[in-house]
């Protein structure tokens, strides 16, 4: 983030939470942990002594408490180094107050020498072998049957499988059933088909929640218990878990229950799904099936199993849970193999992931701010909630990925007051989020005031890369491609609903490479740069590159938006405003007075807002497009409703565009435009 706080005013926020004078004085302390340590040895040698009388600590359960009686005596810096391992936790590793450094010697976990250290959430499993149950057998495919092993789980400590749950857009973030991973690697529930959608070719009323499917593949399926189908349904930007009750082979129909949670989606012709959890469908390396009544694993392996390494999932929890902590970073640390999210981040400030790796997690990587599971209703419903973020709080340079519902959720700051949030998600590689829920669950989700994703390169999801909610929040210097690959009316970069929701700024982006889904119905493929839905308001989109881009950036009825210094490069429509208005939704003009806005500090942070419902609010009055160079098909796409001239659209290059690479060639040229900074801009190959 560009905003530089003054020391000052730093200073004074920092002592309030840690307590800091101005001098300390120093009495480093380190701890070590090993897994050839002991939790009755000192944990102040890296490793065993030469008497094997004394080395480092054997858990993180007992370095925390080191810690904690460390800082009591007034021992700082104090430093957590952690050897080369695979660490399981069974329950949340808990952080708190006693827990906390200061801001001048902050408490430090890393991994020791930069050795890899995984913090995982699973348990290891063996006793593979061929598979011996003659039923189970039969219920396969002949070629199944020849690479197939098993193992029984339940001889092996194992009885909690966990269990597949309805979930989905509007629905919570939840959990995710065991898991199998194999070689560090997640393996696959057994569905059908392998690879892409199977197709509805039609539907019967929405209330009997029955649709018809094509060719003999589901027939073969003997029990519909605990199988799912998973599927856009109703929406191209919505996916569903639902559970199967039945399958007609004659009728070639499959029903599914009323689902209990919220949200749903009726079943019509050309819907895509699939039919997962389905031990019939155990038919390709990678694809395993627990049955959950007798303990049994059957896999097909994609390796050898005697030689690799194979693991379940088993804690449902975070495994770091920081709540009430300050000043703590961790650093070079793996956190993988669970059920649940990663860490979670909740209160007071200055706790820092650092290079970090969190894969292989079921539900969200990181939440910097309570994980609630039903965050993105709740936000929906009340876009003023908060659930204690913190300030200063985040990631930088950690990697994220094979993560089942999200990278990374980013709280903070107060929006009826717009006090800001400063927290962060800086330099990050994220891609590969969505094994569970596919919709609504971004490589990173910006929700409050002030806060920033930055420098991040995000690719290769479903659906959305950086969706933002809230005030005066900083999208920049991000490589954002390969998205939205399977949802249309979505946007690289999102935001909507809500015309309160002013100051945020999207520049210096990279945005390219966006093409949607394969197409099962007509129509244009809506896939969008930076996507300002449904009345977005304020927004700056400032010196971003967009290239093969269907629509770069689409403004959706809102007004005071600033489109400027931008470079568009193969892109079929550039920039897109019409006036679909407040009147069209009270939801709209609700948010607007959930925050006061015809009064401070919206009424004189955001002067525009405060007359904007007596100033025509259904037409998108105040944008501008400026300096922007265009090449490919049409640069203003504006809706023939909107009266000639309301969009201010100057010194725009729209043909004859030439560039030396992704920067526009002196000439032409607007007068007024700024070189791009492309060396922090482009993350991946342009």
Request: glycine letters at 10%.
């Amino acid at each position: 983030m560009k905003a530089v706080v003054s020391l000052f005013a730093a200073v004074t926020v920092l002592a309030l939470y840690t307590g800091a004078s101005k001098t300390t004085v120093a009495n480093p302390v380190e701890f070590y942990i090993s897994t050839q340590g002991k939790d009755s040895w000192s944990g102040t040698l890296p490793e065993v002594n030469a008497s094997g009388t004394d080395g480092p600590f054997a858990t993180l359960e007992r370095a925390q408490e080191a810690v904690r009686s460390a800082r009591k005596s007034g021992a700082q810096p104090v430093t957590v180094s952690i050897r080369a391992g695979v660490y399981p936790l069974e329950q949340s590793l808990r952080f708190g107050p006693d827990d906390s450094g200061t801001l001048e010697n902050p408490v430090v976990w890393r991994s020791y020498n930069n050795e890899n250290v995984s913090i995982v959430g699973t348990k290891q499993i063996g006793g593979f072998r061929k598979l011996a149950n003659a039923q189970i057998a039969a219920r396969l495919s002949a070629d199944a049957r020849a690479h197939v092993v098993e193992a029984d789980l339940r001889s092996q400590g194992i009885s909690d499988y966990g269990q597949l749950r309805a979930r989905g857009f509007l629905r919570d973030i939840q959990p995710a059933p065991m898991e199998l991973f194999f070689d560090g690697r997640p393996m696959t529930l057994a569905q059908w088909p392998n690879s892409g959608w199977a197709v509805m070719s039609g539907a019967l009323a929405p209330e009997t929640r029955t649709f018809i499917y094509d060719g003999e593949e589901p027939a073969r399926i003997k029990s519909t218990k605990d199988v799912w189908i998973h599927g856009y349904f109703t929406y191209t930007y919505a996916d569903y878990w639902e559970p199967v009750v039945s399958i007609d082979s004659a009728k070639h129909q499959i029903s599914t229950a009323v689902p209990a949670a919220r949200g749903t989606g009726a079943y019509r012709k050309d819907s895509r799904y699939l039919i997962v959890n389905a031990l019939e469908e155990l038919d390709s390396p990678g694809e395993y099936y627990i049955d959950r009544e007798t303990g049994m694993l059957y896999f097909w392996p994609p390796g050898d199993v005697a030689k690799a390494k194979t693991y379940v999932s088993m804690l449902e929890d975070p495994l770091v849970r920081a709540r009430v902590l300050s000043n703590v970073r961790f650093e070079g640390l793996s956190f993988e193999m669970s059920r649940g999210a990663g860490v979670e981040i909740a209160g007071r400030m200055n706790v820092q992931l650092h290079r970090c790796t969190l894969r292989n997690l079921g539900s969200v990587a990181v939440s910097v701010g309570t994980l609630q599971p039903d965050l993105y209703w709740t936000l929906y419903n009340d876009t003023t909630f908060t659930n204690d973020p913190g300030v200063q709080n985040g990631l930088d340079e950690c990697r994220i990925y094979d993560v089942g519902e999200g990278g990374v959720i980013l709280g903070g700051g107060d929006r009826k007051t717009l006090a800001k949030g400063q927290n962060y998600v800086r330099g990050c590689e994220i891609h590969d989020v969505n094994r569970w829920v596919q919709t609504f669950r971004p490589g990173v989700f910006v929700y409050g005031v002030g806060n920033d994703a930055t420098s991040n390169h995000i690719y290769s999801a479903p659906h959305t890369g950086i969706y933002v909610n809230g005030n005066d929040n900083t999208v920049e210097y991000n490589d954002l491609h390969n998205l939205c690959t399977q949802t249309t009316d979505a946007g690289a970069v999102y935001m909507g609903r809500d015309p309160s929701q002013r100051g945020n700024i999207f520049r210096y982006n990279y945005i390219h490479d966006l093409s949607g889904p394969p197409r099962t119905r007509p129509g244009i493929s809506l896939v969008m740069g930076i996507y300002l839905d449904d009345v977005s308001s304020g927004a700056t989109v400032e010196s971003n590159v967009f290239k093969n881009v269907l629509r770069a950036v689409y403004i959706g009825g809102g007004r005071d938006n600033l489109v400027e210094n931008n470079v568009f490069i193969d892109c079929a429509f550039g920039v897109h405003v019409d006036d679909r208005g407040i009147s069209k939704d009270a939801t709209y003009e609700r948010r607007m007075r959930a925050v006061n806005f015809d009064a401070p500090p919206y009424s004189t942070r955001y002067p525009d807002l405060a007359s904007m419902l007596r100033n025509q609010p259904d037409l998108p009055k105040g944008n501008r497009v400026l300096d922007n160079v265009f090449q490919g098909g049409q640069f203003l796409d504006i809706s023939d409703t909107v009266p000639s001239g309301l969009v201010e659209a100057r010194n725009n290059v729209t043909s004859g565009a030439h560039f030396d690479g992704l920067q526009p060639a002196p000439a032409p040229r607007p007068p007024g435009f700024q070189a791009l900074p492309l060396d922090k801009m482009v993350h991946s190959v342009p």
